[in-house]
């Protein structure tokens, strides 16, 4: 494989301006529901650095491996999760796979669910899943290999 940049190292700014972001868009939010968001939208763009990274961090928090294994199906599994974050999952999945607009319904059931400020942060968080998921794709992270540490 041709050597790919450390984005980090060879950004900093850019880097630490989205770990900014990420952080703001946190700030609304039930940490478990960042979690199953960021799981989601990182299995749809087939990014196992950070789905890895997130499950990690989900199974530290206390998130069961019932529901770990059901985030990909949640549809056909929505007695693990609540209508907030069935909402949720959906309006992750519609930012996420863009093309055609994020539909009407899929929003209107999420602003239900989630009040102005709270919806803001999680457009937010699934805005900056999909860019530390291009970041971590583009330059071949390893998974497992968290440098938060």
Same mark, same amino acid.
């Given at each position: ?27 609304? *939010? ?37 529901? *770990? ?21 959906? *309006? ?58």
């Amino acid at each position: 494989m041709t050597h790919r940049i450390n984005f980090a190292k060879t950004a900093p700014k850019a880097f630490k301006a989205l770990i900014g972001f990420d952080a703001a868009a946190r700030a609304e *939010l039930d940490p478990a529901l960042v979690e199953l968001v960021q799981i989601r939208a990182s299995q749809l763009n087939g990014c196992a650095y950070c789905l890895h990274m997130h499950t990690s961090d989900a199974r530290k928090a206390g998130e069961s491996e019932e529901r *770990l294994h059901m985030i990909a199906v949640w549809r056909d599994a929505s007695s693990f999760f609540s209508e907030k974050e069935q909402a949720a999952l959906a *309006l992750a999945e519609a930012v996420t796979r863009i093309s055609g607009g994020v539909p009407d319904d899929v929003y209107a059931t999420a602003a239900r669910h989630f009040g102005e400020t709270e919806l803001a942060h999680l457009l937010a968080l699934i805005f900056t899943i999909n860019t530390w998921n291009r970041i971590a794709i583009s330059t071949a992270k390893v998974p497992g290999t968290d440098e938060r540490a």
